[in-house]
């Protein structure tokens, strides 16, 4: 066994007796961990509330060598997420951060990329940043990070350069665009306008230092792309995509001929 210490971020805390926890963490150095936090629902335990969802602590975690959870020995709050305070729109985002990093990670699988990712979109959630345009850029930067970005230059059946079209045929389970030739051995195709594509390619490459902006236009079909992509990757239906946003929220424009709605 192996004590380690390292910065998580709590994913999910689920009763396990009258006194403790199984909580599954996102961890800076260590991946996806899942503990037993012995005692942590005592009301004078020894996690003093650090362990609610989404928080973000320094832990101690002494690792298990079998197949037996991982024990966490401590928990120092360093951030709490504050989420709900603003909105259930917010509260709802963040949940779905939560469960998407449960769905596409593998446990004591190191992602220091992603952890980064998730600091940053916690803080727009957070904060004073548009949620569906950052959970959009949320999913589209951990798909790249793993290894799941969907393909929007080279067909991705015959490695061809592909002609973008007005509307272009996207394979779900193919992982992103298709030529007109193998467009007939694929089995889940949607047509995608060349804009929501454009945004695709532009969302994966995004940094976090510049502005989440996505037109009114395009967002309802970038998030039902989206959704049916994810829902092939992880192979379920995640629990909390039916509260994101489907619409987007126009903001007062200054200068309607000039001024586009984003979101």
Known sequence: ??????????LRAVEFSETSLIVTLLTKDLGQVS??????????????????????????VIRKNSDALDLLTEAKLHRRFRGADR????????????EMLRLLLDDHAPHPDVYDLTIQVLQQLDGNGPVAAS?????????RM??????????TDCGAKMRIEQRTPFALEGGGVVCRSCRPRQRSI????????????KLQHLNQQ????????????????????????????PRMQAFLPMMTKTRPSHDARTDRDVF
């Open 1 to 10: 066994m192996n004590t380690e210490q390292t910065t998580a971020i709590v």
């Open 35 to 60: 503990a037993i936090a012995k005692g942590a629902r005592r009301p004078k335990g020894p996690f003093e509330g650090s362990l609610d969802l989404l928080s973000v602590c320094r832990v101690v």
């Open 87 to 98: 909105s259930l729109e917010r509260l709802y985002g963040g949940y779905y951060v939560a």
């Open 135 to 143: 959970i959009a850029w949320f999913d589209l930067q951990i798909l």
């Open 146 to 155: 793993l290894g799941h970005a969907p393909g929007t230059e080279i067909c």
């Open 190 to 201: 949607v047509m995608i306008r060349r804009e929501t594509l454009e945004l695709i390619a």
């Open 210 to 237: 510049s502005p989440i902006q996505i037109p009114t236009e395009f967002y309802g079909e970038l998030r039902s792309v989206l959704n049916r992509y994810t829902q092939n990757i992880v192979g379920k239906l």
